[in-house]
C-alpha cells in the first residue's frame, strides 16, 4: 500500500527535520564573516565532489561543450573542480542572503545593463529575464527588490514538500519574491498576468524539465530548452531579456543584461516560438562561455546525456554483480 505523505507521520517530520536543519543554517550563515564562509564553502565543495561522482562526469561533459572542442582534460578537470566549488559557494550565499541589508546588497551587488530592462518597463510592458544556472541570481533579486522592483519567479518543487514550502516563503518574505510552482495548473496565467501589468518575471532557461521545448542547437547540439519565455514574449509584447548574475570577486556579484531580443513577425506560433528560443539558445551560450567554472547544470541537458547515464548505471551496476 503507497500512504500519502500528508498522511505519514514519519515522512512529515522528516520534512519537519530537515527545515529545521535549513532554518538553523540560515541563522547560523547570516552572521558568518566572508573569512568563515570561505572555509565552510571549501569544506562542502569537498564533500560535492566525493559525494556526487555521477554528477560530476555529468558536469564533464557540460564543460567539455562549454570550453570546446580544445579544451584538453585537464583543463575540463580544472574547470570541473572550480564548478563544484562556485556551486558551493551559491549554496552558502543562499543561506546568507536573508540577512543583508539594503546597504550590504549595494556594497556586493552590481549591474551592468540596466537600461535593457528600464526602457521596456518605462513604455509600461512587462520583462522577462531569461537566465542560465549560472552563478548566483538570487542576490539579484533581493538586490531589485530593495530598490522596489517587484518579481516573480518559477520554482521546481522540491522533496521533502516542508522544504519547498520554507523555500518559497524565505523568498517570498525575504527576496520579495512571488513564486509561481512550475507544476502549478495555473502557472502560464499567473505569469501573463504580471507581464501584462508591466512587472518582471525571471525565468531559468537552460533546462527543459519537461523535455517538450523547441528543438534547438545548443553548444552544437540538438536538444529542446523551455518553450515559456518564447512563447510569453510573443503572447504579451513584453521584453524577453537574456542575463546571467556573476561571481565578481569573492562574495561579489555582477549582473550581466543583453538586449532585448527580437521577437520574429512571421511565421506560425510554433515557428515563432522556435526561432525565439535559438536565439535565446544563443545568447545562453555565450554567458556561459564568458565564466563556465559558474555554471551549475548537473543534470542531463542533452538526448546523449541520458544515454551515456543509462551506460554509466548499467556499468555501476555490472560491477556491483562482478563484486558479489
Do not use: C
Request: glycine share 8%.
Amino acid at each position: 500500500m503507497i500512504t500519502d505523505v500528508d498522511d505519514d507521520p514519519v515522512a512529515r517530520a522528516r520534512g519537519r527535520a530537515v527545515v529545521g536543519v535549513y532554518k538553523a543554517g540560515t541563522a547560523l550563515a547570516g552572521a558568518l564573516p566572508d573569512s568563515v564562509a570561505n572555509a565552510i564553502a571549501a569544506g562542502l565543495s569537498r564533500t560535492f565532489k566525493r559525494a556526487m561522482g555521477g554528477r560530476r562526469r555529468m558536469l564533464q561533459r557540460h564543460m567539455r561543450r562549454a570550453l570546446g572542442p580544445e579544451a584538453t582534460p585537464a583543463q575540463v578537470r580544472k574547470t570541473v573542480d572550480a564548478a563544484f566549488s562556485s556551486y558551493a559557494r551559491y549554496w552558502v550565499e543562499t543561506f546568507r542572503i536573508a540577512s543583508y541589508t539594503g546597504a550590504d546588497l549595494d556594497r556586493i551587488f552590481s549591474i551592468e545593463g540596466w537600461e535593457h530592462i528600464a526602457r521596456p518597463l518605462d513604455d509600461g510592458r512587462g520583462v522577462i529575464l531569461a537566465l542560465p544556472h549560472v552563478g548566483q541570481w538570487e542576490v539579484a533579486a533581493a538586490w531589485m527588490h530593495h530598490h522596489g522592483q517587484h518579481l516573480t519567479a518559477v520554482a521546481e518543487r522540491l522533496d521533502p514538500p516542508e522544504l519547498y514550502d520554507w523555500f518559497v516563503e524565505m523568498r517570498e518574505n525575504r527576496l520579495g519574491l512571488d513564486i509561481v510552482s512550475v507544476d502549478d495548473p495555473v502557472a502560464g496565467r499567473k505569469l501573463i498576468e504580471a507581464l501584462r501589468a508591466g512587472e518582471v518575471v525571471t525565468l531559468l532557461s537552460d533546462r527543459d524539465l519537461t523535455g517538450n521545448g523547441p528543438e534547438v542547437e545548443f553548444f552544437g547540439e540538438l536538444t529542446t530548452l523551455p518553450a515559456g519565455p518564447a512563447r510569453l514574449a510573443i503572447q504579451t509584447g513584453a521584453a524577453l531579456v537574456p542575463v546571467a548574475v556573476y561571481e565578481d570577486g569573492w562574495w561579489r556579484y555582477r549582473a550581466v543584461l543583453r538586449p532585448e531580443l527580437e521577437v520574429p513577425a512571421e511565421g506560425t506560433k510554433a515557428e515563432r516560438t522556435q526561432a525565439l528560443t535559438q536565439q535565446l539558445a544563443y545568447e545562453l551560450e555565450g554567458m556561459i562561455r564568458r565564466a563556465p567554472s559558474q555554471w551549475h547544470l548537473l543534470q542531463p541537458n542533452w538526448p546523449s546525456d541520458f544515454e551515456a547515464q543509462q551506460r554509466w548505471e548499467a556499468e555501476t551496476a555490472g560491477a556491483a554483480r562482478g563484486s558479489t
